[in-house]
């Protein structure tokens, strides 16, 4: 992401937004703030056309720069798409509103094995939007044959220095130095995070550079050999990119769940429940998958897909996969959070 000129940009939207009473000359709008390459845009004049409403969209490319920027003050967003661990992070803030689940009735059918998690133990504030796992997307042509990709020690292969893709943000990258230490995702113990960090310092030499939509780019666009990204993406790319096959660690991966929330103190938060309800619905679910290839949450939708992607045990895996393979992130502590953004700047400085 361009990050200097789409902060900028974004500045200039919202006070766009604010001046002409959210761009729809005082009609009934949602402003949605969302991840890049994670909607079927198409969607939306059709949810204007059901309720009235306008969506003004936006996007983020990471949880950081969409907690920043609310953090920071930036107001005029209506409903939000974080991740499981920021999620619990901003409702430990005071961040988001509860969700008046009388205008939602289509979270009746979101897969119950998503409902009531760690990072909103009562389903008070979010509602799940898409799930899926991490794992290292590489392009066979660029990688030497027989070379074993299941295991996050590639990404610090001298092989393929300048020509691996790493995330820019302090939670995966360490998560993943983490799991290939053989650690938790959530550990607390702050020897253990510096480690990582340490083994993170270490791979920095061999990097193209940390991304995170540019991944995407980079990695259909053949301009570089590995990349760690998501699986949803990755049957996008590949689409586009035969060259590319997908792998997932042995040590271990993230599992996520994306959710839509209210921001606290949201202009429209009826017609952001309006919003949230249509995009739990099954015809607007199965577009919306369809498009972004991430893994939807609502049943009847999953029902609706052609049987080779429900049967995806990447896309949709059973419990025992979850249980061996995967470990979904916690809400750090607020200590523990200093430290990752210490050690994240010690990082990036270094």
Known sequence: MKQYWYLFLTALCLTALTACGGGNDGGAVVNVYNWGEYIDESIFEDFTAETGIKVNYQTYDSNEAMYGKLVGGAGGYDVIIPSDYMIGQMIEEDMLEPLNFDNIPNFADVDPALLNPEYDPENRYSVPYMFGILGIIYNTALVEEGEDMETWDVLWNPKYAQDILMFDNSRDAIGIALKKLGYSYNTTDEAQIIEAADLLLEQKPLLQGYFMDKIFEKMEGANAAIGVYYYGDYLTMAENNPDLAFALPREGTNRYVDAMCIPKGAEHKENAEAFINFM?????????????????????????????????????PDQAFMDEQCETYACLPADIRTLYNNQWIRLLNG
């Open 280 to 316: 739990c619905s099954t015809e607007t679910s199965v577009r919306n998958t369809e498009e972004t290839w991430y893994s939807s949450p609502i049943l009847s939708a999953r029902a609706e897909l052609d049987p080779e992607v429900s049967g995806d045990p990447f896309a949709y």
